[in-house]
């Protein structure tokens, strides 16, 4: 099993910036591909972004195209989320996930673990 812990969320004006770290722990991390999903209050969890374990192949939600990109370096166990122009719309706690395959996935039920959440609130 892998352990996924997430940082760097917090509180921006509409139009700022933050980059999410997923640090990753246990077995060997280059052997899963990542993705980045959010839950705002009251809705059901969404897609965001997905690389794959090379980190040479990546997805996007059609929202966040062009503002977030999603790298990883499997170096230091650790992927991230760089969000860009943000936008009231896009509060919401980030999870990252892992999955125990070659090739990623937009999909939520296809991810292995999940990391607890990290806090993203942007303010108008």
């Known amino acids: 099993q892998v352990q996924l812990v997430e940082s760097g969320g917090g509180l921006v004006q509409a139009g700022g910036s933050l980059r999410l770290s997923c640090a990753a722990s246990?077995?060997?991390?280059?052997?899963?591909?990542m993705g980045w999903f959010r839950q705002a209050p009251g809705k059901e969890r969404e897609f965001v972004a997905a690389l794959s374990r090379s980190g040479g192949i990546t997805y996007y939600a059609d929202s966040v195209k062009g503002r977030f990109t999603i790298s990883r370096d499997n170096a230091k166990n650790t992927v991230y989320l760089q969000m860009n122009s943000l936008k009231v719309e896009d509060t919401a706690v980030y999870s990252c996930?892992?999955?125990?395959?070659?090739?990623?996935?937009?999909?939520?039920?296809?991810?292995?673990?999940w990391g607890q959440g990290t806090q993203v609130t942007v303010s108008s």
């Open positions: 246990g077995r060997t991390f280059s052997r899963y591909a």
């Open positions: 996930a892992a999955r125990e395959s070659i090739t990623a996935n937009t999909r939520s039920r296809e991810y292995d673990y």
